[in-house]
């Protein structure tokens, strides 16, 4: 069964550093992986979603890398602003949404 | 811009009544889901739809009934509300994906249940 691990659980960083998010996953037979945000109280936004054949996607400040092998993805937010302060969920699976595994996040804090 | 619509946004029940709630999207996907999320917990799965008339069940499906009687609207229910199934619920809708792209997610803002 797909395990997803998100570390740290929560993670506070000064407004204007850059900073990376982490996600690792038990197995690499994945059709892609996405990267969501939610807020305090609100549903999730699908921030970036990398399909299998790629190793990285960029929107913005947002870059999402994938290394299949490993297991592992990590989402890098350059220049950090106190709007980025939210929950940031991974989730990964085969083709299809129906089988995706969520982790269970990292509650990002910018300190202005 | 609705996108996806949840209601009720808060509910409180006591153990044994029944209640329904409402998914509805304006973006004409064809399908649909519904997830709940636990502290702790990743989101997980109750049921899904692929079509109007179409459902299916996810990873925990038991407790819970759903129905997709049109396109827009997808609904969960509670025949008999349990203590373990206080939680937030949450709709998502997407479109079907092609070959080589699965589609977008967009949820709902959820809904807050309390099982007392």
């Known amino acids: 069964k797909q395990e997803v691990t998100q570390i740290p659980a929560a993670l506070s960083v000064p407004e204007g550093e850059n900073l990376v998010l982490n996600c690792s996953f038990t197995?690499?037979?994945?059709?892609?992986l996405q990267w969501f945000r939610q807020d305090p109280g609100k549903g999730l936004t699908s921030l970036l979603l990398i399909q299998s054949s790629q190793r990285e996607q960029t929107s913005g400040r947002l870059n999402a890398s994938l290394d299949k092998s490993s297991g592992r993805s990590t989402l890098y937010i350059a220049a950090s602003q106190p709007g980025d302060s939210a929950t940031y969920l991974c989730?990964?699976?085969?083709?299809?949404?129906?089988?995706?595994?969520f982790g269970t996040g990292t509650r990002l804090t910018i300190i202005p | 811009n609705a996108g996806v619509t949840q209601t009720p946004k808060f509910r409180v029940l006591k153990t044994g009544q029944s209640m329904t709630l409402l998914c509805a999207q304006d973006m004409n996907h064809e399908y649909m889901y519904w997830y709940r999320q636990d502290p702790g917990m990743g989101l997980r799965l109750i049921h899904y739809s692929v079509g109007e008339g179409t459902t299916a069940k996810g990873e925990v499906p038991d407790g819970y009934n759903v129905s997709r009687l049109k396109k827009q609207n997808f609904l969960l229910g509670l025949e008999s509300a349990a203590p373990s199934q206080t939680s937030v619920y949450f709709c998502a809708s997407s479109h079907a994906g092609t070959s080589s792209h699965t589609g977008e997610l967009f949820f709902g803002e959820g809904s807050r249940l309390t099982v007392l």
């Open positions: 197995d690499s037979a994945i059709y892609n």
């Open positions: 989730a990964v699976g085969p083709f299809g949404n129906e089988k995706l595994t």
